[in-house]
Nanobody, 125 residues
């Protein structure tokens, strides 16, 4: 499975941005998929995850209520809609996936096995 992110950009505080991740090479149906981010000097942190049947959706506390994840298995695409962006949100955002039916590897210091190259989000006025 290969993952390619897009949508990173410069946005003002309070603004919105939509990140897209397109998967290829394998059916997305069997993967939990989501997003991590890494700011300079900080550890990579899990932001959001969604399982293949949408039965589990995870958000980190720092983005809950502001970010929304969705997936379309037929289009092999995952979207992260980011609203009310804050000055603490800038980072490289990575799409990641795991061939498991849960999101356990997207938080608590665990990491999935498949990664995209990342897309840069900047928040500045």
């Amino acid at each position: 499975l290969d993952l390619v992110e897009s949508g990173g950009d410069l946005v003002q505080p309070g603004g919105s941005l939509s990140l897209s991740c397109v998967a290829s090479g394998s059916a997305l149906d069997y993967f939990a998929i989501g997003w991590f981010r890494q700011a300079p000097g900080k550890r990579r942190e899990g932001v959001s995850c969604i399982t293949s049947t949408n039965t589990t959706i995870y958000y980190s506390d720092s983005v809950k209520g502001r970010f929304t994840i969705s997936r379309d298995n037929a289009k092999a695409t995952v979207i992260l809609q980011m609203n009310n962006l804050k000055r603490e949100d800038p980072a490289v955002y990575y799409c990641a996936a795991d061939p498991v039916p849960h999101c356990s590897n997207f938080h608590d210091g665990r990491y999935p096995t498949i990664w995209g190259q990342g897309t840069v989000v900047t928040v500045s006025s």
